[in-house]
Nanobody, 124 residues
Framework: QVHLVESGGGLVQAGGSLRLSCAAS????????MGWFRQAPGKEREFVATISGSGGNTYHADSGKGRFSISRDNAKNTVYLQMNSLEPEDTAVYYC?????????????????WGQGTQVTVSS
């Protein structure tokens, strides 16, 4: 059984930073691509970033380029999302997800397991 647990969300002022973590279990982590997605109230879930199984390839949505950075530590079975220069528009529930291939994807339907989400609220 694959299990993903996100942490690190919270309330932060605009311009601040947060680092989200997602601890994974139940699947060989180093051969599993990971992704971060977010969903704001009344909006569709949207792609934030993805990273390959080795960590050598990453891709970030335009909304976070230059501000967000995805990384992973395969020794700890954990993926991270560093978020800097946060804006009120970044307020959402952030989810991590995994897929059974080493190649990342920006499509939510390519992922088969999801975490429960962590709330990020950015105040103006």
């Amino acid at each position: 059984q694959v299990h993903l647990v996100e942490s690190g969300g919270g309330l932060v002022q605009a311009g601040g930073s947060l680092r989200l973590s997602c601890a994974a279990s139940g699947r060989t982590f180093s051969t599993s691509a990971m992704g971060w997605f977010r969903q704001a109230p009344g909006k569709e879930r949207e792609f934030v970033a993805t990273i390959s199984g080795s960590g050598g390839n990453t891709y970030h949505a335009d909304s976070g380029k230059g501000r967000f950075s995805i990384s992973r530590d395969n020794a700890k079975n954990t993926v991270y999302l560093q978020m800097n220069s946060l804006e009120p528009e970044d307020t959402a529930v952030y989810y991590c997800a995994t897929r059974p291939t080493r190649y990342g994807s920006s499509r939510s339907y390519d992922y088969d397991y999801w975490g429960q989400g962590t709330q990020v609220t950015v105040s103006s």
